[in-house]
């Protein structure tokens, strides 16, 4: 499966964005969804995850009840929408698949390129 990050952007503190991961091929559902980020100089740290059904998603402790991440099947998409925003969520963001659903970078089958939201004060 090939992914394709998109909805980054510069946003001052407060606002919203939305990303969004749109996948290629017919096997997207099969696949559980995440999103990471990276920092300048820092590693590339778990955002959110979603299972292949949608029903069950997991997000970091620094972003619950600001971040929710979702998918549809039918679009071959998944979903960042992000409240809240802060400048410390400046970063590039991943999408990534797997086989299941984890906060573990490494279990990520497939990675997106990456869109970068910066976030200023």
């Known amino acids: 499966v090939q992914l394709q990050a998109s909805g980054g952007g510069l946003v001052q503190a407060g606002d919203s964005l939305r990303l969004s991961c749109a996948a290629s091929g017919r096997t997207f559902s099969s696949y559980a969804m995440g999103w990471f980020r990276q920092a300048p100089g820092k590693d590339r740290e778990f955002v959110a995850s979603?299972?292949?059904?949608?029903?069950?998603?997991s997000h970091a402790d620094s972003v619950k009840g600001r971040f929710t991440i979702s998918r549809d099947n039918a679009k071959n998409t998944v979903y960042l929408q992000m409240n809240s925003l802060k400048p410390d969520n400046t970063a590039v963001y991943y999408c990534?698949?797997?086989?299941?659903?984890?906060?573990?970078?490494?279990?990520?089958?497939?990675w997106g390129q990456g869109t970068q939201v910066t976030v200023s004060s």
């Open positions: 979603v299972s292949w059904t949608g029903g069950s998603t």
């Open positions: 990534a698949a797997g086989a299941i659903r984890t906060e573990v970078v490494n279990m990520y089958n497939y």
